[in-house]
């Protein structure tokens, strides 16, 4: 079973700072994907970043780094330069890359990001 | 424009009174899933369907019924709502893999709020 800890329910941060929201993960999968999700007042889920666990480099995507560190099994979303609206809930999430058939996102507790101007 | 559909994106209803939220998505894609989202639970599968007439249990079944007599829809059905099941619901759905350890994205809907009182 997979299990996805988000261990920061809410974050403040001043605008233009850099912030790094935390993700430990636990699996027993020989080969997984994570996953970060934005999820704005509005409620939709916005996909920013992934990770392959057979990747050797950080995935970036503009602003968004994944920094992953396999044997420590965490998966740390920063944002560089924050800006006002980066203020949502983020989510943490892995699948199981050799489960072929379910493409089931196991999904942490989120954690609230607000940027102070 | 490439998308997953939600409707009502709102509702408030009654103890026992049946109720479906409909999904659709334009992409062809073979997968479609429903999650729930609740307070310091995260998102969290309900069923997912690999192909029309092909649905299976996820997480949390209980409560609910879905059925995929085409591709492009996947309806949740409640069949006799209760409070417990007050929450945030998505639809998402995705390509197949097909044993593939690439990435492929899932696309959410924009959510589904619904009040069982």
């Known amino acids: 079973a997979q299990k996805i800890t988000q261990t920061q329910p809410g974050m403040f941060v001043q605008e233009k700072e850099a912030v790094t929201l935390d993700c430990t993960y636990d699996t027993s999968d020989q080969s997984y994907g994570l996953f970060w999700y934005k999820q704005p007042s509005s409620g939709e889920m916005i996909f920013l970043i992934y990770?392959?666990?057979?990747?050797?480099q950080n995935a970036t995507e503009g602003r968004y780094s994944l920094n992953f560190q396999k044997a420590r099994k965490s998966a740390n979303l920063v944002i560089s330069a924050s800006q006002l609206g980066d203020s949502a809930m983020y989510f943490c999430a892995m699948r199981d890359l050799f489960s072929f058939g379910n493409e089931k996102l196991t999904f942490g507790t989120g954690t609230r990001l607000t940027i102070i101007p | 424009e490439a998308q997953v559909t939600q409707n009502p994106r709102y509702l408030i209803t009654v103890t026992g009174k049946k109720l479906t939220v409909t999904c659709s998505q334009n992409m062809n894609h073979e997968y479609m899933s429903w999650y729930r989202q609740d307070p310091g639970l995260g998102l969290r599968q309900i069923y997912y369907s690999m192909n029309v007439e092909v649905t299976d249990k996820g997480d949390v079944p209980e409560g609910y019924k879905v059925s995929r007599k085409e591709k492009r829809n996947f309806p949740l059905i409640l069949e006799s709502p209760s409070p417990n099941q007050t929450s945030l619901y998505f639809c998402a759905s995705s390509s197949l893999r097909q044993g593939s350890l690439l990435y492929n994205e899932q696309f959410f809907g924009p959510g589904t709020r619904l009040t069982v009182l």
């Open positions: 990770q392959g666990s057979y990747d050797e």
